[in-house]
Nanobody, 114 residues
Framework: VQLQASGGGLVQAGGSLRLSCAASGLNFRLFTMYWHRQAPGKERELVASITSEHERNYADSVKGRFTISRDNVKRTVYLQMSNLQPEDTAVYYC?????????WGQGTQVTVSS
C-alpha cells in the first residue's frame, strides 16, 4: 500500500488549499480513508475521515471549514480546506487501516500565515 499526499503550501489566513492523497496497492473503494495532522510540538490528531459509503466525520476544530471527499475511480481522497487559520499549520497525512496496520502517506506541509 502506498499513499502519496500533495497540495500543501503557504497560504494567508482566510485562504484555501486542497490536499490530495493518491492510493495504490489496495481496493481503495472498500476502505475508510483518514486525514490527520501534526503541528510542531503537538501530537498527531485526526482531522477528518470518509467511509466507503461516503460517510464523513470531522474534528470539531475544522467543522464547517474543511471538507473531505473521495474519488474511487482515481483512488484519491481530498481535503478541501477553507478559511484557514494559523492554528491549522501542520504536516497533513493521509492514512488507511489496512490488514490491521495503519499505513501512512509521507505528509504534506501546510503553513498559514497571519
Amino acid at each position: 500500500v502506498q499513499l502519496q499526499a500533495s497540495g500543501g503550501g503557504l497560504v494567508q489566513a482566510g485562504g484555501s488549499l486542497r490536499l490530495s492523497c493518491a492510493a495504490s496497492g489496495l481496493n481503495f473503494r472498500l476502505f475508510t480513508m483518514y486525514w490527520h495532522r501534526q503541528a510542531p510540538g503537538k501530537e498527531r490528531e485526526l482531522v477528518a475521515s470518509i467511509t466507503s459509503e461516503h460517510e464523513r466525520n470531522y474534528a470539531d476544530s475544522v467543522k464547517g471549514r474543511f471538507t473531505i471527499s473521495r474519488d474511487n475511480v482515481k483512488r484519491t481522497v481530498y481535503l478541501q480546506m477553507s478559511n484557514l487559520q494559523p492554528e491549522d499549520t501542520a504536516v497533513y497525512y493521509c492514512n488507511v487501516l489496512y490488514r490491521g496496520t495503519t499505513r501512512w502517506g509521507q505528509g504534506t506541509q501546510v503553513t498559514v500565515s497571519s
